[in-house]
């Protein structure tokens, strides 16, 4: 159901079958805690489409992704990390694992030589020939 994008009634059935089963309130614990999940969530929860998008929604592939790019690196015993240098790290490891990196890094080199040289470099000649 949740798959098909009806978490709310995924939920309802959760609930239903809990009753029918004359759960205890101790055994109704996670099943209420799941149901709640469900409801509160439901603005996210549109599998549905995502799926039919080609999205991936299966937590092994996002969870892959954030031990290879964070937990990696980032989880180091004994690292400490601000938000800025984290965040630059993170780019860094995310277009290399990518292989985007070459192409940014050619980006990078030109834009640093505009910002550091060319500009300079125009401002001195306007200087020599006036």
Known sequence: ??????????AA???RSATR?????SARVAVDKCADYLINNRPYLKYDRYLSAGYPIASGVIEGACRHLINDRLGITGARWGLKTAEAVLKLRSMRSSKDFEEYWEYHKARERERNHEVKYAEKDKKMVA
């Open 1 to 10: 159901m949740v798959l098909m994008g009806k978490s709310s009634d995924a």
């Open 13 to 15: 059935g959760m609930r």
């Open 21 to 25: 089963q004359n759960l205890s309130q």
